[in-house]
């Protein structure tokens, strides 16, 4: 994998990040799901320059790595306290574009109240809310989303969190570019990669603390979940913050150093395709982190289910795989934040 052997090819300038959202970019050129012309646009803005995006692809050994058309830069058993737990669950292999998923809560469902809200960090934030209808007090999460920005497919999971009991928001890290609406589908996931982690931890952190202050959140019952981008940093808002309770990150990369996560106070669950070798390969790294400093660890592989299997907005949807994971992130979070 790129992120995990770059060593072996001159580009090291380029951090886990990029190297992980360039590789899984031409997953999706591969599998059909994006031209090669979009393909070489959106890794320029992944990389950096033309001639970064050229070399990345002959490591990959693409042969017709040698014309890139010219682009502007772009800037089941639940673990113990000392072991981890592997369950996995079988599902019918399926892929679908656009189908909607049985869990869908809509913008205007009775049940649940929703606003677009701003909060402050180093720069304005932009984010989505969902909270239930009903009076009463709930467990706060943070969802945090793919490398596309604030899409309607996560105000829609908030929507979910909420319809499920809690308060939900769901931060816009795209927000230091102006937001999502400010950047081309394929300028965001330059635009998020080569972001400071440092910074978009920072502004995780002031959405922790804009959540915790609203009406009828438990402010201390909070955690997290996210996806791909976001499940990589659900691990480091979960390693960072040490009031986020319960995490999962949904085929998110293990940070590199995994070490970070021996600070977390996160009882985490991973959900990962079974045949998602690219962010699978980096599981023993947590795994190994989360049993040698005595934290609450599971991970779930569902058979059949690649990565993304959860966005019913995209080719690599699988619903099967998509609702058993939506109900062990609903009995994680019951377990440990209710």
Request: charged content about 20%.
């Amino acid at each position: 994998m790129i992120y995990r052997q770059r060593e072996e090819f001159s580009l090291d300038r380029l951090n886990q990040m990029q190297c992980y959202l360039a590789e899984e970019t031409i997953d999706d050129y591969r599998a059909g799901h994006m031209s090669r012309r979009r393909m070489l646009r959106r890794l320029i803005y992944i990389c950096g320059s033309s001639a970064a995006a050229m070399s990345l692809l002959a490591a990959c050994g693409d042969s017709t790595a040698t014309n890139v058309p010219a682009t502007s830069t772009a800037t089941t058993t639940i673990a113990t306290t000392t072991t981890a737990a592997t369950t996995t669950t079988s599902v019918a292999a399926t892929t679908a574009v656009a189908v909607k998923s049985p869990l869908s809560v809509a913008a205007n469902d009775p049940a649940v109240d929703t606003s677009e809200v701003t909060f402050q960090s180093d720069t304005q934030m932009f984010g989505y809310l969902a909270k239930p209808k009903a009076s009463g007090t709930y467990p706060g999460i943070i969802v945090i989303h793919e490398n596309r920005g604030l899409t309607d497919h996560i105000r829609d999971v908030a929507r979910r969190l909420a319809k499920a009991g809690y308060i939900a928001l769901a931060p816009d890290l795209v927000s230091r570019a102006g937001g999502t609406g400010k950047l081309s589908a394929d300028q965001i996931p330059g635009f998020l990669s080569q972001a400071k982690i440092e910074d978009l931890v920072k502004d995780l952190n002031a959405g922790v603390t804009f959540l915790e202050k609203q009406q009828g959140v438990k402010a201390d019952k909070l955690g997290v979940v996210g996806f791909c981008f976001g499940g990589s940093y659900t691990l480091q808002l979960a390693a960072a913050n040490p009031k986020i309770l319960a995490a999962v990150p949904y085929y998110g990369v293990t940070p590199n150093p995994a070490s970070i996560m021996s600070k977390t106070n996160a009882a985490i669950l991973g959900n990962y395709g079974a045949t998602d070798t690219r962010v699978d390969s980096t599981i023993p790294d947590l795994e190994k982190v989360m049993k040698d400093n005595g934290k609450i660890y599971e991970k779930k592989l569902y058979d059949g289910a690649g990565h993304a299997f959860n966005n019913d907005t995209g080719a690599s949807y699988n619903e099967p795989a998509a609702l058993a994971a939506w109900q062990a992130t609903l009995d994680w979070f019951g377990k440990y934040l209710k």
